[in-house]
């Protein structure tokens, strides 16, 4: 069983959210703390400039408040929002919390996956601890 667990979410599947939280309930120890990780990808600078001044400010918001009614489902779980490339900043984040566990969703591999890779595929390379992928 696992204590420091962290799930990354990507909103683009409720059902896919919805496992990877089912996998981190069951895996849990008594009293284990879960992290739901969101990354807002850095928005180039040219398309900045067409979006409302209070976008990303907006967006933040946005993706917090879902994050804390996902969170409110689960003991002991709490809702993360963060800027940077998908990849790596979920390895760096695991790394500083000191995750045991990172419990990530993940599509089926196409051939544009074996030329960039995939997040999941980036985390589980790379990653220092557990990692569970769900399909």
Do not use: W
């Not at 703390?33 to 990354?39: A, F, K, Q």
């Not at 807002?40 to 209070?54: F, L, R, S």
């Not at 489902?73 to 000191?98: E, F, Q």
């Amino acid at each position: 069983m696992y204590k420091n667990i962290l799930v990354p979410i990507a909103f683009d599947s409720d059902a896919k959210v919805e496992a990877a939280m089912s996998v981190a309930r069951e895996l849990a120890a008594e009293g284990a703390e879960v992290t739901l990780l969101h990354v807002i990808e850095h928005i180039p600078g040219y398309a900045v400039t067409y979006m409302p001044p209070d976008y990303l400010v907006q967006s933040h918001k946005a993706v917090q408040d879902d994050l804390d009614a996902l969170a409110a489902k689960m003991d002991g779980a709490r809702g993360v929002v963060v800027d940077g490339h998908s990849g790596r900043t979920i390895l760096d984040y695991a790394a500083d919390a000191g995750s045991d566990l990172i419990v990530i969703a993940s599509h089926r591999p196409g051939m544009g996956d074996l030329l960039m890779g995939s997040t999941a595929t980036q985390v589980v390379r790379h990653a220092k601890c557990a990692v569970h992928v769900l399909r």
